[in-house]
T-cell receptor, first 109, second 119 residues
Framework: GQNIDQPTEMTATEGAIVQINCTYQ??????LFWYQQHAGEAPTFLSY??LDGLEEKGRFSSFLSRSKGYSYLLLKELQMKDSASYLC??????????WGAGTKLIIKP | GAVVSQHPSWVICKSGTSVKIECRSL??????MFWYRQFPKQSLMLMAT?????????EQGVEKDKFLINHASLTLSTLTVTSAHPEDSSFYIC???????????????FGPGTRLTVT
């Protein structure tokens, strides 16, 4: 079966750094997305990785290791507005998007 | 670019009635649209995938006769919840992929969602 694992919930302090991990076992791989979803709103795109390595975009970075079936989203200089759920999703060999259950990130002052 | 709209944003209906939700791609041709449902504090659950001009493909456990999906054009898909019941109350989100977008081919662009409450 296809499976994507991410922690259910994480807590971090404003101004700090947090890393949200995602591991996947899917039938094939055509890329991995990270989305941010605030409560009551639709997901918004954060990043896409298809090759190994780190992609940096402002305060957010995403890393991928295809051999390990592993990705992480790194958030720096955390702000209160970063409190949200972060969804990891993988495109499998059939080009279907497989969603993780999401990680709820709580930012404390 | 790559904007997806949904209408209505929220709707309250009585049990037994039907509700139609529209999903539109405003500045690109959506060859594929997806319908998701999300219950409070839960992740997205894919209900069905629809390609323009063809029948939707429903995920296991989703009743196709209850959730009617029509993708008649490259910019519009509709989801009709027929004979709605309180347990159908949820946040319904559509997304789209397509051509003419200056982004990844597989990225899904999400609509803002429709909150349905069935009383």
């Amino acid at each position: 079966g296809q499976n994507i694992d991410q922690p259910t919930e994480m807590t971090a302090t404003e101004g700090a750094i947090v890393q949200i991990n995602c591991t996947y076992q899917t039938s094939g791989f055509n890329g991995l997305f990270w989305y941010q979803q605030h409560a009551g709103e639709a997901p918004t795109f954060l990043s896409y990785n298809v090759l190994d390595g780190l992609e940096e975009k402002g305060r957010f970075s995403s890393f991928l290791s295809r051999s390990k079936g592993y990705s992480y989203l790194l958030l720096k200089e955390l702000q209160m507005k970063d409190s949200a759920s972060y969804l990891c999703a993988v495109i499998d060999s059939n080009y279907q998007l497989i969603w993780g259950a999401g990680t709820k990130l709580i930012i404390k002052p | 670019g790559a904007v997806v709209s949904q209408h209505p944003s929220w709707v309250i209906c009585k049990s037994g009635t039907s509700v139609k939700i529209e999903c539109r791609s405003l500045d690109f041709q959506a060859t594929t649209m997806f319908w998701y449902r999300q219950f409070p504090k839960q992740s997205l659950m894919l209900m069905a995938t629809s390609n323009e001009g063809s029948k939707a493909t429903y995920e296991q456990g989703v009743e196709k006769d209850k959730f009617l999906i029509n993708h008649a054009s490259l910019t519009l898909s509709t989801l009709t919840v027929t004979s709605a019941h309180p347990e159908d109350s949820s946040f319904y989100i559509c997304s789209a992929t397509g051509t003419g977008i200056l982004a990844f081919s597989y990225e899904q662009y999400f609509g803002p969602g429709t909150r349905l409450t069935v009383t």
